[in-house]
């Protein structure tokens, strides 16, 4: 797995970003790839046990969900919303068909002994120039001065469009524009491609469904009776012949989250972390499906732009090469969550 880290602008720290090339393997990948590695450059703790390697006590990450609204009306030249082969409403293709957003809070994610615990992280907010721009989670002083900008590690679009294509997602920011329908993502710099929610495993007993944003793996879940389905995954992803005990959820922070703003009124996603429905790795929220996303062909498709960002900015100092914690060791820990931990425990 190689990383890098880019920026769009060599006299501006706007924008940068973490890229990955590639998810871990799912079929024979090695749980243990994280040991060894020196956790107290980030101020984290390793916590490892039998199973392998555990969360990173001090671990945290910074996320904001924002509603996407959109427009479902026939266009002034002539064009009529989206559908599917199946006539199912899909997300615009144009960024001038998203009409703007609801942004959210901006919250942060510590990784506890007892699991995860989110509180809105005050310092931060959501900031995007304009239609169609690319936006991001930015620092701010009391005066509402930018100050600095957290790396960018994950962003996801994700949409419910009807019963039947409950959950469609793409790795990016759709509102920006050029998204195509199809059914595998392909790699591209300029395209934006929709696919299934897709679900990916370790081949180490763990059991564990990990949710991707890239069509990698299979619309299933890994084990039987799941207790998050179908709150946060859909009915249709149970797997009735499975013979395993499922494990737990976790995955791309970005899609996991969105799953669960489903349970958020139309405008109000925050709420579902300002009131900890998701708290120590465990969701405490309705164990129904969400009640706030379209049941039939006719309504109009949810959708949700979710951007995580690495805690790597220090308080009280300048956003500086000097100063910031290593992106590339924030990132290790925040993947090791990802990819080498449960998320979402089973109730």
């Not at 144009?94 to 957003?101: G, I, P, T």
């Not at 989670?137 to 996801?156: F, L, Y």
């Not at 998050?228 to 959820?249: C, D, E, F, K, R």
């Not at 109009?300 to 979710?306: I, L």
Request: charged fraction near 20%.
């Amino acid at each position: 797995m190689s990383l890098f880290i880019g920026s769009k602008s060599a006299s501006s720290r706007q924008g940068s970003y973490i890229y990955r090339d590639k998810h871990p393997s799912f079929s024979h990948g090695s749980r243990n790839k994280y040991r060894g590695r020196d956790p107290k450059v980030s101020g984290a703790t390793l916590v490892e046990n039998e199973a392998g390697d555990r969360p990173l006590t001090g671990t945290s990450f910074l996320f904001v969900v924002n509603e996407l609204n959109n427009n479902y009306e026939a266009q002034a030249h002539g064009s009529e919303p989206l559908r599917d082969q199946w006539l199912n409403f899909m997300p615009p293709e144009r960024a001038d068909e998203y009409l703007d957003e609801w942004p959210g809070m901006v919250f942060r994610y510590l990784q506890e002994p007892q699991g995860g615990v989110i509180t809105p992280a005050d310092e931060y907010r959501w900031y995007r120039p304009g239609r169609g721009h690319e936006g991001h989670i930015v620092r701010v002083d009391t005066a509402g001065n930018i100050t600095g900008h957290p790396v960018i590690c994950r962003q996801a679009t994700i949409f419910s469009c009807s019963n039947h294509l409950p959950v469609i997602v793409g790795p990016g920011d759709a509102s920006l524009g050029n998204s195509r329908v199809v059914r595998h993502v392909l790699d591209s710099d300029n395209m934006f491609y929709w696919s299934l929610l897709h679900i990916s495993r370790w081949d180490d007993g763990s059991n564990i469904s990990y949710v991707n944003s890239e069509g990698r793996g299979v619309p299933s879940v890994v084990g039987r009776n799941p207790s998050w389905i179908p709150s946060l995954v859909p009915q249709v992803y149970s797997n009735p012949n499975a013979n395993l005990v499922s494990g737990g959820l976790s995955g791309d922070l970005s899609v996991l989250i969105g799953l669960m703003a489903f349970h958020s009124r139309v405008g109000r996603a925050s709420d579902v972390f300002i009131s900890q429905k998701w708290h120590h790795n465990r969701w405490i929220g309705s164990q129904h499906a969400p009640t706030h996303v379209p049941r039939t062909q006719e309504e109009n498709p949810r959708g949700f732009f979710v951007q995580v960002c690495l805690d790597n900015l220090v308080r009280g100092l300048e956003d500086s090469d000097e100063n910031n914690i290593r992106a590339e060791d924030c990132l290790q820990h925040v993947l090791a969550l990802e990819w080498h931990s449960v998320l979402v425990r089973e109730n």
